[in-house]
């Protein structure tokens, strides 16, 4: 079978939703969940049970987010998270959020269990390792710090696939599994059990009355007691400074045939990043493959970055790219944010394992029950002070080569012009024209072309759009459709 280069993830090839319908009517419900990604979803299947009466809204369709693009793997060993934690948080913490994965990995593992969902959940070992020696020592302090919080390192030279690796370690009880299979069917299950889900429902507006919320998509609205925010980035809660707080990371993707499935997962310390784990579908084995990341505002020319694939020479099937929040203590931001008002965000790019944790703290914040992880994940927490660099000097620089680097042209395809004092770029395919303004509604930072892709995207705060102008990833709430 022939497999033409495709510019989009693996993942969307491999499943079928149903289409939803969009909402038609005013409702009433006691807890409105916001954004139909993984978060989204397992937050509304925690809830199933309690007698509350929940909806599900997706201002496209659900797993149409990051979750589409991910890597899909579940484990703890996430890059040097425990050393970053206990740098930029506490030791306690560090132990605390270890817990947490743990947690987190068994929840999925039960609802696969229980739902009996089919999606390729497999046994996968995690691997973390680095090529340049001045890296050892780093790789040595996580394995210590994970040892003494009980979990089993062992030290390795090479991957299973038999690629030397310099140094290594390797920790057991973490899997892979396919994002979306996973979503369609927990998708089914919430439908079965009353929750009500609507598509291509954006929620524009969420004004405060009392004790209740109302919700604005474009026509109707929903009036509910309780707002979880599973946005991937929460832009409703303004007074919270999320742009001040994270920034963000851009990560290229790529799928290739292999011809062995091999059931592990590894990631490096080095620079670039190289993160791998086997996928097989239904007609072909593939190496899933993540080569590069950066600032999301930093060298933002996205052909270079694809460009470095060809520093391999593997037969490559898809490529894509994905965005993700870090936040200055390596924490994630899960929590109430105001009264009745949730939000699951900064997940360090590791949100396919946090998600799940995330949904049981807000349950039970939102049942009023306790939960060790309440205070950890807080999102009111205050910023400790030696990640301030990291966050603030992040941003501003950001800022500035945003600025100067997204008014650049970088492709033959794509022009920018002025009308009517307006900025409009215009992407030429096939003797046809697409003009879009190039302006972030979100925050105004100006958009850059993204040729492997396809997209419009926004440097600062990472919100893309198609070549027709409509929003395919917030925080924009908003089309950039020239009229
Ligand atoms: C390259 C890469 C690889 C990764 N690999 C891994 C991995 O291997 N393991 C891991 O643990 N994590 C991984 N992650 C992280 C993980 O994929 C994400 O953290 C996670 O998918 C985020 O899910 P979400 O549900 O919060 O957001 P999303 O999936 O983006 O869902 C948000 C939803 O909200 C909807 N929405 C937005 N605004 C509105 C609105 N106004 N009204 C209604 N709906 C709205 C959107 O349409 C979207 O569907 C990776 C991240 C990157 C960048």
Not at 69 to 91: H, M, V
Not at 343 to 353: F, K, L, P, S
Not at 401 to 427: L, P
Request: with cysteine; glycine share 6%.
């Amino acid at each position: 079978m022939v497999i033409f280069l495709k510019n989009y993830s693996i993942w969307n090839d491999e499943v079928n939703f149903i289409k939803r319908d969009k909402l038609d009517k005013n409702i009433n419900v006691d807890i409105l969940v916001i954004g139909g990604g993984i978060t989204g979803i397992s937050c509304c299947f925690q809830l199933i049970g309690t007698n509350k009466k929940i909806a599900l809204v997706d201002a496209n369709s659900i797993g149409s987010g990051i979750t589409s693009r991910t890597t899909g793997k579940l484990t703890f060993l996430q890059e040097g998270i425990y050393s970053k934690i206990k740098k930029y948080s506490n030791a306690n913490n560090a132990k605390l959020y270890y817990e947490a994965q743990k947690d987190s990995i068994k929840i999925v593992k039960d609802i696969v269990t229980k739902e009996k969902i089919n999606c390729n959940f497999e046994k996968s070992d995690s691997y973390l390792f680095c090529e340049d020696e001045s890296k050892i020592n780093n790789i040595k302090n996580e394995k210590k710090i994970l040892e003494n919080f009980g979990c089993e390192v062992k030290e390795v030279d090479s991957l299973p696939d038999k690629n030397k690796c310099g140094y290594g370690i390797k920790v057991d009880g973490t899997y892979c599994f396919h994002p979306l299979k996973y979503l369609v069917e927990l998708e089914k299950v919430l439908l079965n059990r009353g929750v009500k889900i609507y598509e291509n429902t954006r929620i524009y507006s969420i004004n405060e009355f009392g004790n209740y919320y109302i919700c604005k998509s474009d026509k109707y609205s929903i009036h509910t007691k309780e707002v979880v925010l599973a946005l991937h980035y929460p832009y409703f809660t303004v007074p919270f400074f999320m742009p001040f707080k994270v920034h963000l990371e851009k990560s290229y993707v790529s799928a290739f045939l292999e011809k062995n499935n091999l059931n592990f997962n590894a990631i490096n310390l080095d620079k670039p990043v190289k993160s791998v784990r086997f996928y097989k579908s239904d007609e072909n084995k593939y190496k899933i493959f993540l080569y590069g990341s950066r600032n999301l505002a930093m060298d933002v020319n996205d052909k270079k970055h694809f460009d470095k694939f060809k520093e391999f020479n593997y037969d490559y099937k898809y490529l894509w790219s994905n965005i993700d929040i870090i936040t200055g203590d390596f924490i994630p931001y899960i929590g109430e944010i105001m009264k009745g008002v949730y939000i699951a965000t900064g997940y360090n790019t590791w949100g396919m394992t946090n998600s799940s944790i995330a949904a049981v703290v807000i349950r039970d914040l939102i049942l009023k029950k306790e939960n060790k992880y309440i205070n950890l994940f807080n999102p009111k927490r205050g910023i400790n002070i030696l990640s301030l660099p990291l966050v603030f000097g992040s941003n501003a620089k950001s800022y500035i080569e945003s600025t100067i680097n997204s008014n650049k042209k970088f492709y033959e395809s794509v022009r920018i012009e002025e009308i009517n004092g307006k900025k409009i770029g215009i992407y030429n395919y096939g003797n046809k024209e697409y003009k879009v303004y190039i302006k972030c509604p979100h925050m105004g930072c100006n958009l850059v072309f993204n040729e492997v892709e396809k997209t419009w995207d926004c440097p600062c705060h990472g919100s893309r759009f198609n070549i027709y102008g409509k929003v395919i990833n917030g925080p924009s709430n908003f089309d950039i459709t020239y009229k």
